[in-house]
């Protein structure tokens, strides 16, 4: 059961989409969630997407993240992503392996300001 809180913003001055995902999400939900970012994107013409997931607890396997990651591939895929994990864990970094994979630029951060300044950048 997922308890999944999604709170999606653009920031004018830096053309940023900002996306913030809270509590427990199941598969669906990651993917739903990076559809949503990018439909919310495109609404606004922003290729840039801070994704903070620093408080986020995966509700699936690791060996679910290579079935998904197709998926969420097709929604980001001409977009840049800065994702703000907090510390790093395997599930993210698994996570950021299998999104390259793809050819999408990815990082992960430790923190919102470095991950923003990264982004604002590009």
Same mark, same amino acid.
Not at 7 to 34: F, P, Q
Not at 54 to 69: C, G, K, P
């Given at each position: 059961?997922?308890?999944?809180?999604?709170?999606?913003? +653009?920031?004018?001055?830096?053309? /940023?989409?900002?996306?913030?995902?809270?509590?427990?999400?199941?598969? #669906?939900?990651?993917? $739903?969630? +990076? *559809? =949503? =970012?990018? $439909? +919310?994107?495109?609404?606004?013409?922003?290729?840039?997407?801070?994704? #903070?997931?620093?408080?986020?607890?995966?509700?699936?396997?690791?060996? #679910?993240?290579?079935?998904?990651?197709?998926?969420? =591939?097709?929604?980001? *895929?001409?977009? *840049?992503?800065?994702?703000?994990?907090?510390?790093?864990?395997?599930?993210? #970094?698994?996570? /950021?392996? *299998?999104?390259?994979?793809?050819?999408?630029?990815?990082?992960?951060?430790?923190?919102?300001?470095?991950? !923003?300044?990264?982004?604002? !950048?590009?």
């Amino acid at each position: 059961m997922s308890t999944l809180s999604t709170s999606i913003t +653009y920031d004018e001055t830096t053309t /940023l989409i900002m996306m913030t995902l809270r509590g427990k999400a199941g598969v #669906d939900d990651v993917v $739903n969630a +990076y *559809k =949503a =970012a990018n $439909n +919310y994107a495109s609404k606004h013409q922003s290729s840039k997407l801070l994704v #903070d997931v620093s408080e986020l607890e995966h509700r699936f396997a690791a060996i #679910d993240v290579v079935n998904i990651m197709p998926k969420v =591939a097709h929604h980001v *895929k001409n977009m *840049k992503i800065a994702r703000v994990v907090g510390i790093e864990g395997f599930m993210h #970094d698994l996570f /950021l392996q *299998k999104v390259q994979r793809f050819g999408i630029h990815a990082e992960n951060f430790e923190c919102f300001k470095s991950a !923003k300044e990264w982004l604002s !950048k590009s």
